[in-house]
């Protein structure tokens, strides 16, 4: 663990009273919540200025956690279409559990198992899914590093997380499958 433990526990107490957060995850700076809380959700979508038509995904500790969203086959499914190396979001079809404004009309919703130490700690100890989307007003590039995020969105949210506001790679956003009803997969976002 490589991450302050005061920081860590902010951000959970944020997340537990249904705040929303700016935090580092394994791919770029995001904006977060409980992904069980409507109004928590809701709220992401105001900071951002977004349509709530368009999806948010959510990150989740690991593949056992994740099957209480999503259907077993579904997960061993996916499995096959995740990469090794980089940061992959999967959209899953029958997704329940979550709030109804991360659920697509098709019931399907995104989900992606994070690879940083502090998001897949966050998502453990909370018990839920994390919202991950980027840091940004809708419509505007995705900041590539902490420095490049809007003022407005550090003064929207409950808690903005020290960990990795230093760090000076520039991250990519995550590669985007889709599980099709058939069995197959679509790469959306290679």
Same mark, same amino acid.
């Given at each position: 663990?490589?991450?302050?433990?005061?920081?860590?526990?902010?951000? &959970?107490?944020?997340?537990?009273?249904?705040?929303? $957060?700016?935090?580092?995850?394994?791919?770029?700076?995001?904006?977060? =919540?409980?992904?069980?809380?409507?109004?928590?959700?809701?709220? $992401?979508?105001?900071?951002?200025?977004?349509?709530?038509?368009? +999806?948010? &995904?959510?990150?989740?500790?690991?593949?056992?956690?994740?099957?209480?969203?999503?259907?077993?086959?579904?997960?061993?499914?996916?499995?096959?279409?995740?990469?090794?190396?980089?940061?992959?979001?999967?959209?899953?079809?029958?997704?329940?559990? $979550?709030?109804?404004?991360?659920?697509?009309?098709?019931?399907?919703? *995104?989900?992606?198992?994070?690879? +940083?130490?502090?998001?897949?700690?966050? =998502?453990?100890?909370?018990?839920?899914?994390?919202?991950?989307?980027? +840091?940004?007003?809708?419509?505007?590039?995705?900041?590539?590093?902490?420095?490049?995020?809007?003022?407005?969105?550090?003064? +929207?949210?409950?808690?903005?997380?020290?960990?990795?506001?230093?760090?000076?790679?520039?991250?990519?956003?995550?590669?985007?499958?889709?599980?099709?009803?058939? *069995?197959?997969?679509?790469?959306?976002?290679?």
């Amino acid at each position: 663990m490589t991450y302050s433990q005061a920081d860590f526990q902010a951000a &959970l107490s944020a997340l537990r009273r249904g705040g929303v $957060i700016l935090y580092p995850t394994d791919t770029v700076w995001g904006i977060g =919540c409980d992904a069980t809380s409507q109004e928590a959700v809701e709220r $992401i979508f105001r900071i951002k200025r977004r349509a709530d038509s368009k +999806a948010m &995904l959510s990150l989740i500790d690991s593949a056992e956690s994740l099957m209480r969203y999503v259907d077993t086959a579904a997960v061993e499914a996916a499995a096959a279409v995740i990469d090794p190396v980089r940061p992959t979001t999967v959209i899953y079809p029958g997704v329940t559990g $979550i709030s109804p404004g991360l659920i697509a009309p098709d019931g399907t919703a *995104g989900f992606r198992i994070s690879r +940083a130490d502090f998001s897949r700690d966050l =998502c453990r100890e909370l018990g839920h899914p994390l919202v991950s989307t980027s +840091a940004n007003i809708s419509g505007h590039p995705a900041p590539a590093s902490f420095s490049d995020i809007d003022s407005q969105i550090r003064e +929207a949210v409950d808690y903005v997380v020290i960990h990795d506001r230093d760090a000076d790679v520039e991250a990519a956003p995550s590669r985007i499958v889709t599980l099709n009803p058939d *069995g197959t997969s679509t790469v959306i976002r290679p």
